[in-house]
């Protein structure tokens, strides 16, 4: 009763970050979509494609921003308060991972709504009768539900990473995201324009991974799990309170 009155407290003192990612993946969309209005704009009316819905792409990607940069700076004070009140730290993990999941689902049921707005509403309006390209044709509520399951575990685990290292994780992270923001439209533009170059080359890689089909999906959504899961217990059981 003590660990359920635990996680109770830690999820209602907490439960109004929801609209923090709900706002993140409604900014992403809006601006993903005002910047596919404006290249529908420019489209030759003779060219077969009148919109590309790139809206959700933007919502996914801010609000996977949000949440990994929020969690870690307030995922550490939350486990630092919460320790230093002599709450066990088992009890504020799990707490921690059932509001990254409502988070999560609420978040991406906003995605979905974006996709599904601008692909059947928007895009066709804009296009006036030709085709509404979607860059994320394969978007699927089941694949979105495996990702929410894995993802709480693998911020955690970011969070646990910058309580340790701090500033350093931070600029690691960074990194990665510049590489991702950088290098994303560059390989993309490869695989249309030069299919034969390195850039191209990654992309389909990248592609084909996406697309393994459903069972090896699973068995790496399995893997991962149990590796975030391990981990997470452990550096959580041992990590020092810093105040």
Do not use: H
Not at 144 to 160: D, K, N, Q, R
Not at 194 to 203: D, E, L, Q, T, Y
Request: some cysteine; aromatic content about 10%.
């Amino acid at each position: 009763m003590k660990t359920l009155k635990t996680i109770g407290q830690f999820i209602k003192v907490n439960i109004n970050e929801i609209f923090t990612y709900i706002g993140g993946a409604l900014g992403g969309g809006a601006l993903g979509i005002l910047i596919a209005v404006i290249i529908a704009m420019t489209l030759n009316n003779s060219e077969k494609v009148g919109y590309i819905a790139i809206g959700t792409i933007f919502a996914l990607g801010l609000t996977a921003i949000v949440l990994i940069f929020f969690q870690a700076l307030s995922g550490q004070a939350d486990f630092y308060v919460t320790v230093s009140m002599n709450k066990a730290r088992m009890p504020y993990l799990l707490g921690r991972y059932i509001l990254l999941l409502i988070d999560i689902f609420a978040a991406f049921a906003t995605c979905l709504v974006i996709q599904v707005l601008e692909t059947k509403v928007i895009g066709p309006a804009i296009a006036k009768g030709r085709e509404v390209e979607s860059l994320l044709k394969d978007l699927s509520p089941a694949v979105l539900a495996g990702i929410s399951l894995v993802l709480p575990l693998a911020i955690i685990f970011c969070t646990a990473m910058y309580v340790l290292f701090e500033r350093k994780f931070f600029w690691v992270m960074w990194g990665l995201y510049m590489i991702v923001a950088i290098g994303g439209p560059r390989i993309s533009s490869a695989m249309k324009k030069n299919p034969g170059s390195i850039p191209a080359r990654i992309g389909e890689g990248l592609s084909a991974f996406a697309n393994m089909g459903t069972i090896p999906w699973i068995v790496l959504g399995a893997v991962l799990v149990a590796v975030f899961l391990t981990a997470d217990i452990m550096l959580y059981k041992k990590m020092e309170v810093k105040m």
